[in-house]
């Protein structure tokens, strides 16, 4: 049977499966819907918009470029990818997932990396966030600040290395998008690029900011929906009973790994959704050790729920989502290994020994920086979201007008 016929006949019946677990289990549809649109509405529209926009109006007027020549000498001999990839690096950190890829699939659209490159870019700069991994994941979850140390070298260190790993994919691709030959200095030619970038777009800054919102905030309602649905899918797999099928393969892989076989739920749970995963393992019995090494592997996953998202941003563009889906499994190793790694010499010795004062760490003192961030997010979001959104009608409607009194 042909391959096409095969793809179509799995797909309608997945999603007529799917149908059909809903309209029987409405309720357990609707608890998981709330759960998804909390944290979406509460946390994550909030949290990424600012960058989201910020980032836009970078590109726009030409920093990126500035940035991408600036720093074409690191970029290149490491990762072979233009200099611009350390600003994509830089805010896929900042702001976390889907940002390396939305930043990654701009870069290509503007014709700044070939597809390649960008395959190889967005394969390590799609990472989770900061404050997700020390307020929410670390003192959220585990009470236990200094775990976020763990967890976020073992995260961002593995991103780094599958970066190296990743620079030798397709290796006959050896030319570059640009090569500099000029006796100006690199710092004349970044901002010659950076003034003929904002030339070149005729938008005044009014229209490049609307643009700017509209375009992030139609990005995260996408992002939004992917939360919803992967919340859904992962309990409806749950009440139909073939989570307990998947999460005896995981229970038999764990034993082979000598890992808790209780962490089978919470390894199953965050490779759809990490942060119900990251929630379950700080729940269950077994030793802190362990949690950690399975929280560093879901969160490097980065779950099907984000990877779906970064999917349906890469569809847009030529970059195709197989050499981002190895990645992930490759960045789940790498942090895995690396929590076994630096457990002891770091966490057992160093950070649980009392004579490191770090502020996150301090918590008789005032909130760190991160949670106090966190907290106002969580106080503050649903206002901020309810005004993005407000914002986003009336500039649809506006430009929806401007269409019809221009025809």
């Not at 998804?36 to 470029?65: A, H, Q, T």
Request: with cysteine.
């Amino acid at each position: 049977m042909n391959v096409q016929v095969m793809k179509t006949i799995m797909l309608a019946t997945s999603v007529t499966f799917v149908a059909l677990a809903v309209i029987l289990f409405p309720d357990h549809t609707l608890e998981a819907s709330k759960s998804g649109l909390s944290m979406w509405w509460n946390i994550v529209f909030p949290s990424l918009l600012p960058f989201f926009i910020i980032s836009e109006l970078l590109i726009g007027i030409g920093v990126v470029r500035f940035i991408g020549i600036i720093l074409e000498p690191l970029m290149r001999p490491l990762f072979r990818v233009p200099g611009s990839g350390a600003f994509v690096f830089a805010m896929g950190i900042a702001s976390g997932f889907p940002a390396g890829a939305k930043y990654t699939a701009h870069l290509r659209q503007n014709n700044d990396i070939t597809a390649i490159e960008g395959e190889r870019l967005v394969s390590f700069t799609n990472c989770s966030n900061p404050l997700f991994i020390f307020a929410a994941v670390a003192v959220g979850f585990f009470h236990n600040p200094a775990l976020g140390v763990i967890l976020a070298i073992a995260h961002y260190t593995g991103n780094i290395l599958v970066g190296f790993v990743m620079r030798f994919h397709h290796p006959e691709d050896a030319q570059p998008t640009e090569m500099i030959r000029s006796s100006e200095s690199r710092i004349g030619l970044a901002f010659t690029a950076l003034h003929q970038t904002r030339l070149i777009d005729p938008r005044p800054f009014g229209k490049m900011m609307g643009d700017a919102v509209h375009s992030s905030i139609k990005t995260l309602l996408m992002v939004g929906g992917f939360i919803i649905l992967f919340s859904v899918l992962n309990e409806l797999l749950g009440v139909i009973g073939i989570a307990a099928i998947l999460a005896g393969v995981i229970r038999s892989i764990l034993l082979l790994l000598q890992l808790s076989p209780e962490l089978d739920i919470p390894l199953l749970s965050g490779m759809f959704e990490i942060t119900l995963g990251s929630r379950l393992a700080s729940e269950s019995s077994t030793t802190l050790l362990a949690q950690a090494i399975v929280t560093s592997f879901i969160l490097a996953f980065n779950g099907f729920s984000v990877q779906a998202q970064v999917a349906s941003i890469l569809a847009d563009t030529d970059i195709r989502f197989k050499p981002f889906f190895f990645a992930r499994l490759l960045h789940g190793f790498f942090a895995a290994f690396l929590t076994l790694v630096i457990w002891k010499p770091i966490y057992l010795d160093y950070l649980s020994s009392g004579n490191v004062s770090l502020p996150v760490l301090n918590r008789e003192d005032a909130p760190s920086f991160i949670e106090s961030v966190y907290s106002f997010l969580t106080q503050t979001g649903p206002w901020i979201t309810l005004f993005s959104l407000l914002t986003f009608i009336i500039l649809v409607t506006y430009r929806a007008g401007n269409q019809r009194i221009s025809k």
